[in-house]
């Protein structure tokens, strides 16, 4: 859920009713009132509603299920002068422009709903960037999005002198906070005039030289990203907004310069949705027809029509949340109303059924302790100091110190519970299976689950095929035939470890824990320990069934 600050009576004056009514109505829509002071309300909107992220999206929606407006919203669209030419930026390769004209804003909210997209569609501004600058400060018809090096000058936003963009990245707070997302080799992605002054550096700041205030009526929006498909999407929910507080649309042409390819942006992108009408009847458990389908669609702000017997829905450019046929039944069921809708009973023939990496991790299980391990369990969170990586998910505010980061390994756990129980009957033999969470470049958040299983032996004597063939045995037992190549790393003895392949795949890590990590967790006993990659054995046994 995502929560806005807005105040109620510019909202309740755009669409003319009482605050019960608005607190009726939102929640119909999934969100949620809460009031602040006086004046101000939060409200609490459903992730996927970017378009409601603003008082002005929000009335849109309202005025819809009130039937003072039906279908899709009409906007005045305009072509201009501008033009932004997209060079070859590498860390962020997709950008596009528009310009908004005569848009009555309130600018507090205005920055609030920027910043609530670069939380939500632009996963903290890693996947999409945006800024917003006054038009009229803006000297050229021609904008340039480019790589510039890092000794570039302008004054940042809320500046009074020049700095370098090296200098923006050491002294300013979102120099710190986002400099890392996309600056490579020296340079910075930077959106400039003609002239050669900055505009933005994105995703970082924008240039003070274009700065909004309350009397900005005027706007000139860039959007950068490494998604063309979430680039486009943002701009036109923005545009959108925008254009329904009263502004016109204009159209910006955009050039690639490593092509000869042109489009105008926003694109504002509509798409065709199929309904079957016996499936809405099938899903809501409802009598209806056509004709009252499309009445409940055209109060969520979209077009419907009935073509040769087909229901047709177009889905406008501010509702990227309608993916798929579904989502269309969920919009009939909140125009509907869920308080409306009566449950019949449902009386189930079937079973629920276990998930396979669920069977598969009990497998282990009891693979382990038929091998003559005992179970533990320790915390998912962890101290960063038991860490063996630099690259984990480390808790802001964390309870205890003890518990501030998120493991990525089950092998810190083994060996802390194997420093608490040296006083224990020897040999000790455990294993724990669970999830820990890994550095992954891959995903959006940088990070991913994962599932694995880790065993550790501590005795007065043990060495690496005391460990070696109880893991061999566990893994024959579920049809593998592995490989062992030998590979170092900080956690065990050198010559002394190695990785777990299933032909290509590596599937875990084996070796003699190093004597300086023994000494590290307090441990006075030599120590096996290996830990294997559940989520890829799971692949693996998968693509053989």
């Given at each position: 859920m995502v929560t806005i600050v807005l105040n109620k009576y510019k909202l309740l004056d755009k669409i003319h009713i009482g605050q019960q009514k608005l607190e009726d109505l939102l929640f119909n829509l999934k969100s949620e009132v809460k009031p602040i002071?006086?004046?101000?309300?939060?409200?609490?909107?459903?992730?996927?509603?970017?378009?409601?992220?603003?008082?002005?999206?929000?009335?849109?929606?309202?005025?819809?299920?009130?039937?003072?407006?039906?279908?899709?919203?009409?906007?005045?669209?305009?072509?201009?002068?501008?033009?932004?030419?997209?060079?070859?930026?590498?860390?962020?390769?997709?950008?596009?422009?528009a310009v908004v004209y005569n848009a009555k804003i309130d600018l507090e909210e205005l920055i609030q709903f920027q910043e609530k997209l670069?939380?939500?569609?632009?996963?903290?501004?890693?996947?999409?960037?945006?800024?917003?600058?006054?038009?009229?400060?803006?000297?050229?018809?021609?904008?340039?999005?480019?790589?510039?090096p890092l000794s570039y000058k302008f004054v940042p936003l809320y500046g009074n002198k020049e700095l370098t963009i090296s200098e923006i990245l050491e002294k300013t707070e979102q120099g710190k906070l986002y400099g890392n997302i996309?600056?490579?080799?020296?340079?910075?992605?930077?959106?400039?005039?003609?002239?050669?002054?900055?505009?933005?550096?994105?995703?970082?700041?924008?240039?003070?030289?274009?700065?909004?205030?309350?009397?900005?009526?005027?706007?000139?929006?860039?959007?950068?990203?490494?998604?063309?498909?979430?680039?486009?999407?943002?701009?036109?929910?923005?545009?959108?907004?925008?254009?329904?507080?009263?502004?016109?649309?204009?159209?910006?042409?955009?050039?690639?310069?490593?092509?000869?390819?042109?489009?105008?942006?926003?694109?504002?992108?509509?798409?065709?949705?199929?309904?079957?009408?016996?499936?809405?009847?099938?899903?809501?458990?409802?009598?209806?027809?056509?004709?009252?389908?499309?009445?409940?669609?055209?109060?969520?702000?979209?077009?419907?029509?009935?073509?040769?017997?087909?229901?047709?829905?177009?889905?406008?450019?501010?509702?990227?949340?309608?993916?798929?046929?579904?989502?269309?039944?969920?919009?009939?069921?909140?125009?509907?109303?869920?308080?409306?809708?009566?449950?019949?009973?449902?009386?189930?023939?079937?079973?629920?059924?276990?998930?396979?990496?669920?069977?598969?991790?009990?497998?282990?299980?009891?693979?382990?302790?038929?091998?003559?391990?005992?179970?533990?369990?320790?915390?998912?969170?962890?101290?960063?100091?038991?860490?063996?990586?630099?690259?984990?998910?480390?808790?802001?505010?964390?309870?205890?110190e003890e518990y501030n980061a998120v493991r990525d390994s089950l092998i810190p756990g083994l060996l802390d519970f194997l420093s608490k129980n040296q006083h224990a009957k020897f040999p000790i033999r455990v294993f724990e299976t669970g999830d820990v969470v890994v550095y992954d470049s891959s995903t959006d958040t940088g990070f991913r689950n994962d599932k694995r299983a880790a065993y550790a032996i501590m005795n007065n004597k043990v060495s690496y095929e005391d460990i070696q063939a109880p893991i061999h045995y566990i893994l024959k037992s579920l049809g593998l035939e592995v490989n062992y190549k030998e590979e170092n790393n900080n956690i065990f003895i050198e010559g002394r470890s190695a990785s777990i392949f299933y032909e290509n795949e590596k599937m875990g890590v084996i070796g003699e824990v190093n004597p300086d990590v023994l000494i590290r967790f307090g441990i006075e006993y030599p120590a096996v320990i290996a830990e294997l990659y559940i989520s890829e054995i799971g692949k693996i046994l998968i693509n053989q069934r």
């Amino acid at each position: 859920m995502v929560t806005i600050v807005l105040n109620k009576y510019k909202l309740l004056d755009k669409i003319h009713i009482g605050q019960q009514k608005l607190e009726d109505l939102l929640f119909n829509l999934k969100s949620e009132v809460k009031p602040i002071d006086e004046n101000n309300i939060e409200i609490e909107i459903n992730a996927d509603r970017l378009d409601l992220l603003s008082s002005d999206g929000i009335a849109r929606a309202i005025k819809g299920l009130l039937e003072k407006e039906l279908g899709e919203a009409k906007y005045n669209v305009t072509d201009t002068e501008y033009t932004l030419i997209v060079d070859n930026v590498r860390t962020r390769p997709y950008a596009l422009a528009a310009v908004v004209y005569n848009a009555k804003i309130d600018l507090e909210e205005l920055i609030q709903f920027q910043e609530k997209l670069h939380g939500t569609i632009g996963r903290k501004r890693k996947k999409v960037a945006i800024g917003i600058h006054d038009l009229r400060k803006v000297d050229s018809k021609t904008i340039e999005y480019k790589e510039v090096p890092l000794s570039y000058k302008f004054v940042p936003l809320y500046g009074n002198k020049e700095l370098t963009i090296s200098e923006i990245l050491e002294k300013t707070e979102q120099g710190k906070l986002y400099g890392n997302i996309s600056i490579a080799n020296e340079v910075s992605p930077a959106i400039v005039q003609d002239d050669g002054e900055v505009l933005s550096i994105p995703p970082i700041i924008n240039s003070n030289k274009t700065r909004l205030n309350e009397n900005t009526k005027d706007f000139f929006i860039d959007v950068t990203g490494t998604s063309f498909e979430a680039v486009a999407q943002t701009l036109d929910i923005i545009v959108s907004n925008l254009a329904e507080a009263g502004g016109t649309i204009g159209r910006v042409k955009v050039l690639k310069s490593t092509n000869s390819s042109q489009l105008s942006s926003p694109l504002l992108l509509h798409r065709i949705q199929n309904v079957r009408e016996e499936y809405v009847k099938k899903i809501l458990g409802i009598k209806t027809s056509k004709e009252e389908i499309c009445k409940h669609v055209m109060r969520m702000r979209m077009n419907c029509d009935i073509e040769n017997g087909a229901i047709r829905v177009t889905v406008p450019q501010y509702r990227v949340d309608i993916l798929n046929e579904i989502d269309v039944v969920e919009d009939i069921a909140i125009s509907i109303g869920y308080n409306n809708l009566e449950p019949s009973k449902y009386i189930s023939t079937n079973y629920g059924s276990y998930d396979y990496m669920t069977l598969l991790e009990r497998k282990i299980r009891e693979l382990g302790i038929g091998a003559g391990f005992v179970e533990i369990s320790n915390f998912v969170l962890i101290k960063d100091e038991k860490l063996f990586s630099n690259k984990y998910v480390k808790i802001l505010n964390p309870i205890t110190e003890e518990y501030n980061a998120v493991r990525d390994s089950l092998i810190p756990g083994l060996l802390d519970f194997l420093s608490k129980n040296q006083h224990a009957k020897f040999p000790i033999r455990v294993f724990e299976t669970g999830d820990v969470v890994v550095y992954d470049s891959s995903t959006d958040t940088g990070f991913r689950n994962d599932k694995r299983a880790a065993y550790a032996i501590m005795n007065n004597k043990v060495s690496y095929e005391d460990i070696q063939a109880p893991i061999h045995y566990i893994l024959k037992s579920l049809g593998l035939e592995v490989n062992y190549k030998e590979e170092n790393n900080n956690i065990f003895i050198e010559g002394r470890s190695a990785s777990i392949f299933y032909e290509n795949e590596k599937m875990g890590v084996i070796g003699e824990v190093n004597p300086d990590v023994l000494i590290r967790f307090g441990i006075e006993y030599p120590a096996v320990i290996a830990e294997l990659y559940i989520s890829e054995i799971g692949k693996i046994l998968i693509n053989q069934r």
